[in-house]
């Protein structure tokens, strides 16, 4: 029988600087704030964009340190995202850090069965979930050469209290959720896998939906704070650089309302 060879615990914070991060969905939102605290923390930040290379172009402008680009990372493209992953190995030959920010949902009220198309629900599974699992599979080959690497995923509290946008998008972050799980548990140990789960942000990830109505959703909240994107990238550099010994579990950070 092969002896098990264990690490040693006692690992310390996970240091970022001359690592390499790769961020999708980075040109706005909660992946832009990832991308800026990923690249302050010290690493080399891959700013994954689908169709606003302007965008994108801004947020690696403004990243402190060296070693930034933009690179078009479309989610629901396989063999795209093979040829961005190639030009990553290239450069770079491996990935310490993947955030899998890149997501979308559309407002629909839950008992309007009728408005909840078949094409509209698939577009839910196939963005939010097959999305996330595509982008991994394809930088697995990176994350091992790093030795020791770090996935994590964004999902959403609609994912636990099936109370959000959509009916799809709550059935895509529980399913998710449970990719975290799968993932963690097959990839280990020299991948790790954390989601975070937050509430309503301060975005327009959610076309319709105002300030004011995220505003009325924190205050109705044990913390009572309305939650920026910069909130939820400190949390992305939390669970990368403290969590060491986590992994296939999705941590709420939504202010308390699921309380």
Do not use: W
Request: aromatic share 4%; net charge negative.
């Amino acid at each position: 029988m092969t002896e098990i060879q264990l690490r040693s615990g006692g690992l310390g914070p996970y240091e970022l600087p001359g690592k390499v991060a790769v961020v999708t969905g980075a040109s706005s939102g909660i992946g832009a704030a990832t991308a800026r605290a990923l690249a302050r923390a010290g690493a080399h930040v891959v700013v994954g964009y689908n169709s606003s290379p302007e965008r994108a172009d801004s947020v690696v402008r403004e990243l402190p340190g060296e070693g930034h680009q933009a690179l078009r990372l479309p989610i629901e493209d396989t063999p795209a995202l093979e040829a961005a992953a190639a030009d990553i190995g290239e450069r770079f030959g491996k990935v310490h850090v993947l955030v899998n920010s890149a997501g979308s949902t559309a407002k629909v009220a839950h008992r309007d069965l009728e408005a909840m198309t078949d094409e509209l629900f698939d577009s839910m599974l196939r963005i939010n979930v097959r999305g996330p699992f595509a982008v991994t599979r394809t930088f697995v080959p990176l994350l091992r050469a790093s030795g020791d690497a770090i996935v994590v995923n964004i999902s959403s509290l609609s994912g636990t209290t099936a109370s959000g946008s959509n009916i799809g998008y709550c059935a895509a972050k529980a399913a998710l959720d449970n990719l975290t799980m799968s993932l963690g548990r097959a990839l280990g140990p020299g991948i790790r896998f954390v989601g975070l789960a937050p509430a309503a942000v301060e975005t327009d990830f959610v076309a319709g939906r105002g300030r004011d109505a995220i505003a009325a959703q924190a205050a109705s909240t044990p913390l009572q704070v309305l939650v920026h994107p910069d909130d939820i990238a400190e949390a992305v550099l939390g669970v990368v650089q403290n969590l060491r010994v986590a992994t296939g579990t999705t941590f709420m950070v939504d202010g308390g309302k699921h309380l």
